[in-house]
Structure formats: C-alpha cells, structure tokens
C-alpha cells in the first residue's frame, strides 16, 4: 500500500542583486509524492532524496529548501462533494 508522504518547503525570491540574496516567504510550499511503505523505512535515505527533489523544483524566481516531511499513514475517506455541501448549506439556513 502506497503511503502519501507530505513535505513542507521553505520559499525564497530570488533577487536579481550581485550578492544573490534570498528573501524568505511568509508562506512555505507543501509538495506531494505517494511512496511504498518500503521506501519509508530508511529514514536518512528518504530525507536526503526529498531534500534534492525539493531543490530540483527552484527556478530562476524561487528557491525551494525541505523544511521536513510526515507521512500518512491512514486512508481518508471522502465526505461529500461540495454540491452535497451546498445541498445541506440550503438545508440548514433557509
């Protein structure tokens, strides 16, 4: 069973000055990749992979750096669709 493995991202704009410094922003980045249960088990392994295939999304504009990841281990099952959210919205207040 594959696993969702969630991985939180610090962002920085790149700035166009000489020194090429970074400005951190407010607001990190949250990548996705769903991975069987045994490429999970080496932790250090799997840190070190996530932390390049982070480092791999940067661009000329943004610069990508891993802050951590967790995995879940645990399926979530769907609660409706947002027409049934509508449907019981107009049920409640009219």
């Given at each position: 069973?594959?696993?969702?493995?969630?991985?939180?991202?610090?962002?920085?704009?790149?700035?166009?000055?000489?020194?090429?410094?970074?400005?951190?922003?407010d607001?990190?980045?949250?990548?996705r990749?769903?991975?069987?249960?045994?490429?999970?088990?080496?932790?250090?392994?799997?840190k070190?992979?996530?932390k390049?295939?982070?480092s791999?999304?940067?661009n000329?504009?943004?610069?990508?750096?891993?802050?951590s990841?967790?995995?879940?281990?645990?399926?979530?099952?769907?609660?409706g669709?947002?027409k049934?959210?509508?449907?019981?919205?107009?049920?409640?207040?009219?």
């Amino acid at each position: 069973m594959r696993r969702k493995v969630i991985v939180s991202c610090q962002v920085y704009k790149n700035n166009e000055s000489k020194d090429k410094l970074l400005t951190p922003i407010d607001s990190g980045k949250l990548f996705r990749i769903e991975l069987e249960k045994k490429y999970l088990l080496d932790e250090e392994r799997l840190k070190e992979i996530l932390k390049q295939m982070v480092s791999e999304k940067s661009n000329i504009d943004f610069t990508f750096e891993y802050f951590s990841h967790e995995v879940h281990n645990f399926e979530i099952d769907k609660l409706g669709t947002q027409k049934d959210f509508l449907e019981k919205n107009n049920e409640i207040w009219t």
